[in-house]
């Protein structure tokens, strides 16, 4: 059964920066493309980047530009370096597979507020 722990979220200002890590269990991790999800506040979970298996990488048009989506896969670790940050990427962060999700993880907070 593949697990997630999502960290690294907090509370920062507009502007500021953050990078989260997911820590996944399993095996088929390095096989497997990936992608951080967000949800925001009455709204439903977004997908906001993703990475193939092979590093090629995608990101959702409202954080093109600002966000970096990589991954190590000796550590089975996938990382999201969001910079610029507005308060419209205040949301709970997530990780897990881009296709065919596993159980979600606990998600990190992200707190986007001067």
């Known amino acids: 059964q593949v697990q997630f722990v999502e960290s690294g979220g907090g509370l920062v200002q507009p502007g500021g920066s953050l990078r989260l890590a997911c820590a996944a269990s399993?095996?088929?991790?390095?096989?497997?493309?990936m992608g951080w999800y967000r949800q925001a506040p009455g709204k439903q979970r977004a997908l906001v980047a993703w990475?193939?298996?092979?590093?090629?990488?995608y990101y959702a048009d409202s954080v093109k530009g600002r966000f970096t989506i990589s991954r190590d896969n000796a550590k089975n670790t996938v990382y999201l370096q969001m910079n610029n940050l507005s308060p419209e990427d205040t949301a709970v962060y997530y990780c897990?597979?881009?296709?065919?999700?596993?159980?979600w993880g606990q998600g990190t907070q992200v707190t986007v507020s001067s």
């Open positions: 399993g095996s088929i991790f390095r096989f497997v493309a």
């Open positions: 990475i193939l298996s092979g590093g090629s990488t």
């Open positions: 897990n597979t881009y296709t065919d999700p596993r159980p």
